[in-house]
């Protein structure tokens, strides 16, 4: 363990606490020379930390910074594995990697405080600047079988809602089956993996994707991305006060003790903006439009088609149907 890393924990343990320098060094078996060469850096890196003449040195609460450290001082959850990155190509990648060579139990996190390589649906990207956003990967293996896998999305999405609920005071919206908005644009996308194994159809182990903006970045979001993705908060100012830590940690928790029900939350029903309104179905290389009716118990979406029948979707790309002219104007009149 290095000066600065094993600082930033003994920091964490006494969090808004006051810890000198001698008792640092003393601690970590080092210079006081050494302890504030690691506070320098330690801030250099996004974390406050005060120095209180006569006193120590303080880490506040608050802060844009991801740490495991931090991460870990917050979680509920015991036996927990955490394994933080400065930058990946996808946490969902080095998650599945993990759980098929048996290196990540049930609840091991996988974290990135930047992706290059983000993945979502369909082969998308997720935009994944560095420290604007959480970026995480939580590998389950939940004793279910394959259709179960709409249930983990689920779940996920309802540990974020409860999470940014609690910890933000912001109550976001849930499209089905997997994406999160707040003010009408997206602020979490979920990507659910799993493996399983043929013979009994069960899952050997699923890996959860979770990718959420925190605060929008100055030069905005790349491409067309800028007319729909959002974020939790407008700028990085306005989240100087959101402990990042915490969140993630109450995310992660949240995931575990949703995970063991089986059920379909009653959040991700209430919260649900789909049923009610006109929708788009991409189906592979067609769409078709229909109505949602209903989030069901099991978690698939029911849909009125246009010729009446009734029809249940398990997956599928669905997004609200844009207003033609001719509705625009009926709406007028």
């Known amino acids: ?14 969090r808004d606490t006051a810890v000198s320098g001698e008792a640092a060094a003393a601690e970590l078996g080092c210079t006081r020379a050494a ?29 844009r910074r991801i740490s495991e450290y931090g991460l870990r001082h917050y979680l509920k959850t015991s036996g927990v594995s955490v394994r933080l990155y400065g930058e990946l190509d996808s946490t969902n990648r080095v998650a599945r990697e993990a759980a098929i060579t048996g290196k990540a139990g049930h609840g091991a996190v996988f974290l990135a405080r930047k992706q290059t390589g983000g993945r979502g ?24 079988t394959l ?7 689920t779940a996920a999405a309802t540990a974020v809602y409860r999470a940014v609920n609690r910890i933000c005071g912001i109550s976001l919206d849930i499209k089905w089956v997997n994406d999160l908005y707040r003010c009408g644009r997206k602020v979490c996308g979920i990507l659910t993996e799993a493996g399983m194994d043929f013979e009994s159809g069960e899952i050997q182990f699923a890996v959860v994707g979770i990718g959420l903006n925190l605060y929008r970045l100055p030069e905005g979001f790349p ?26 940690a109450e995310i992660i928790d949240e995931l575990l003790r949703e995970a063991k029900t089986g059920k379909i939350s009653r959040e991700y029903v209430a919260h649900n903006f789909l049923p009610g309104r006109e929708v788009c179905i991409a189906d592979g290389e067609r769409s078709r439009r229909a109505t949602a009716l209903s989030v069901c118990p099991d978690g698939r979406l029911q ?7 009734e029809s249940f979707l398990s997956y599928g790309e669905v997004s609200v149907a844009p207003v033609t002219v001719g509705e625009k104007e009926g709406q007028e009149n």
Do not use: C
């Not at 369909?122 to 293996?141: I, K, N, T, W």
């Not at 259709?147 to 999305?153: A, E, N």
């Not at 849909?303 to 029948?309: A, I, K």
């Open 1 to 14: 363990m290095t000066v600065k890393s094993g600082l930033l924990e003994l920091l964490e343990a006494h």
């Open 223 to 248: 491409g067309e991305l800028e007319t729909v993705a959002g974020a939790l908060y407008d700028s990085r100012e306005e989240a100087e006060d959101l402990d990042v830590n915490l969140l993630a």
């Open 35 to 63: 302890v504030w060469k690691a506070v320098k850096a330690l801030r250099e890196e996004g974390y406050t930390i005060d120095a209180a003449q006569n006193k120590g040195y303080v880490l506040r609460r608050g802060g």
């Open 147 to 153: 259709k179960d896998s709409l249930f983990l999305t």
């Open 121 to 144: 649906r369909r082969g998308r990207s997720f935009y994944s600047p560095e420290d604007a956003g959480l970026y995480m990967s939580v590998v389950l293996r939940p004793e279910r």
């Open 303 to 309: 849909v009125r088609e246009m010729d009446g029948t």
